[in-house]
């Protein structure tokens, strides 16, 4: 992200104006990809849906909102059609599952969720083997990819791959992201040697956010793509696959033999389609007033504010050593600014997640915000 002065002028008022006490709800909270969620904020919206558009059973996820979400999800992302999954590491199973058929062989990041979080899923239940490459990388490039797939394809016997998937952003790499340069020649690739192509997009509101290429563009790139419903669509679970009407058609049975055909989806599917509606631009909003406050804020001494290489939504803040970070968290806290000193890496930087909250202040206040912390901590 990369804003000019003229901008920040435009979107920044300085003046000598105290912080405005704040309600708890104008909390600004540098932490996840959405608003936060608790049991009774979700019921309130569940009831304020149903009163607004009626909630619509579904049987084992199939019809009601379920169908409506679907139907919602493969028109934002380009594709023919969608289908509503309990978690990602079952979406990101099935799409491998049915893209690689009789082909033993599958490509994904080393750093990916896939390949590190979800039991060996895909090789002990659908006897797929994972070929992870970019080790300690958040991704690969297409001469790593075709060096290891023309490894598989001579060998003694052939191994041939039937999917390569792309996880991106890559939480594991603090939100970095694959260069949609790179990902178009990865693709082409892939689309050249018949091999399927499976994003997992669960954060891709967050990747089109930071480099402003369309959701649907990215997802184009792809066989099928996998978004998250309740990182920041406001779900309490749930997942979409979409891709082609070929691809999907019947794609519920193996969910169910997976023991995702879940009773009562319409709950979660009528929270995504509550949290879907207007969040890109919320989003892209809440982008853009981050870039310019955090701008504003490497004018102030002793702190700054840089986006990775590649970046996404996450920032890392550095204090210098004359701050006490401690102290620093607390100030913040008392002015409705939420960060986590948890969040910090090796480097002893801390770790900023630019969420829709970040509208909740103007960009003054915030300012004001981080600067009395600043000064107040310092030793």
């Given at each position: 992200?990369?804003?000019?002065?003229?901008?920040?002028?435009?979107?920044?008022?300085?003046?000598?104006?105290?912080?405005?006490?704040?309600?708890?709800?104008?909390?600004?909270?540098?932490?996840?990809?959405?608003?936060?969620?608790?049991p009774?904020?979700?019921?309130?919206?569940?009831?304020?849906?149903?009163?607004?558009?009626?909630?619509?059973?579904?049987?084992?996820?199939?019809?009601?909102?379920?169908?409506?979400?679907?139907?919602?999800?493969?028109?934002?992302?380009?594709?023919?059609?969608?289908?509503?999954?309990?978690t990602?590491?079952?979406?990101?199973?099935?799409a491998?599952?049915?893209?690689?058929?009789?082909?033993?062989?599958?490509?994904?990041?080393?750093?990916?969720?896939?390949?590190?979080?979800?039991?060996?899923?895909?090789?002990?239940?659908?006897?797929?083997?994972?070929?992870?490459?970019?080790?300690?990388?958040?991704?690969?490039?297409?001469?790593?990819?075709?060096?290891?797939?023309?490894?598989?394809?001579?060998?003694?016997?052939?191994?041939?791959?039937?999917?390569?998937?792309?996880?991106?952003?890559?939480?594991?790499?603090?939100?970095?992201?694959?260069p949609?340069?790179?990902?178009?020649?990865?693709?082409?690739?892939?689309?050249?040697?018949?091999?399927?192509?499976?994003?997992?997009?669960?954060?891709?509101?967050?990747?089109?956010?930071?480099?402003?290429?369309?959701?649907?563009?990215?997802?184009?790139?792809?066989?099928?793509?996998?978004?998250?419903?309740y990182?920041?669509?406001?779900?309490?679970?749930?997942?979409?696959?979409?891709?082609?009407?070929?691809?999907?058609?019947?794609?519920?049975?193996?969910?169910?033999?997976?023991?995702?055909?879940?009773?009562?989806?319409?709950?979660?599917?009528?929270?995504?389609?509550?949290?879907?509606?207007?969040?890109?631009?919320?989003?892209?909003?809440?982008?853009?007033?981050?870039?310019?406050?955090?701008?504003?804020?490497?004018?102030?001494?002793?702190?700054?504010?840089?986006?990775?290489?590649?970046?996404?939504?996450?920032?890392?803040?550095?204090l210098?050593?004359?701050?006490?970070?401690?102290?620093?968290?607390?100030?913040?806290?008392?002015?409705?600014v939420?960060?986590?000193?948890?969040?910090?890496?090796?480097?002893?930087?801390?770790?900023?997640?630019?969420?829709?909250?970040?509208?909740?202040?103007?960009i003054?206040?915030?300012?004001?915000?981080?600067?009395?912390?600043?000064?107040?901590?310092?030793?």
């Amino acid at each position: 992200m990369q804003t000019t002065n003229r901008h920040a002028t435009q979107l920044l008022r300085l003046d000598t104006t105290p912080i405005r006490d704040v309600a708890p709800s104008n909390t600004v909270i540098f932490r996840g990809d959405g608003e936060p969620k608790t049991p009774s904020m979700m019921l309130q919206r569940l009831a304020e849906f149903d009163q607004e558009f009626t909630l619509k059973e579904d049987s084992y996820s199939l019809g009601g909102n379920v169908e409506e979400l679907e139907k919602k999800c493969a028109e934002m992302l380009g594709k023919e059609a969608a289908v509503f999954m309990p978690t990602g590491t079952l979406t990101n199973h099935l799409a491998i599952r049915k893209l690689c058929g009789i082909k033993p062989r599958a490509i994904v990041q080393e750093q990916s969720h896939l390949y590190n979080d979800s039991g060996d899923c895909v090789t002990r239940l659908s006897n797929i083997n994972l070929i992870p490459l970019a080790k300690g990388d958040p991704y690969f490039t297409l001469e790593t990819l075709r060096t290891t797939v023309e490894q598989a394809e001579s060998g003694r016997v052939i191994n041939p791959v039937g999917a390569v998937m792309v996880e991106s952003p890559v939480r594991r790499q603090l939100g970095r992201i694959m260069p949609f340069d790179e990902m178009k020649a990865v693709m082409d690739y892939c689309r050249d040697r018949q091999i399927g192509s499976h994003l997992d997009g669960a954060r891709l509101y967050m990747m089109s956010g930071a480099t402003g290429i369309p959701p649907a563009d990215y997802a184009a790139l792809f066989d099928t793509v996998y978004v998250s419903l309740y990182k920041y669509f406001g779900a309490p679970f749930g997942a979409i696959l979409a891709g082609t009407a070929e691809f999907m058609d019947g794609l519920y049975h193996d969910r169910r033999m997976f023991g995702g055909g879940l009773a009562s989806a319409n709950f979660a599917a009528a929270l995504a389609l509550q949290g879907i509606d207007g969040f890109e631009e919320r989003f892209n909003l809440a982008m853009t007033r981050a870039s310019v406050l955090f701008e504003t804020i490497n004018a102030l001494e002793s702190i700054t504010v840089e986006p990775f290489e590649h970046g996404s939504n996450i920032f890392p803040l550095k204090l210098e050593s004359d701050v006490d970070s401690t102290r620093f968290v607390e100030v913040l806290k008392k002015h409705s600014v939420s960060i986590s000193p948890s969040e910090g890496d090796h480097a002893g930087r801390i770790m900023l997640t630019v969420n829709p909250t970040v509208l909740r202040q103007d960009i003054q206040s915030l300012l004001c915000a981080f600067e009395r912390a600043v000064k107040e901590s310092q030793r």
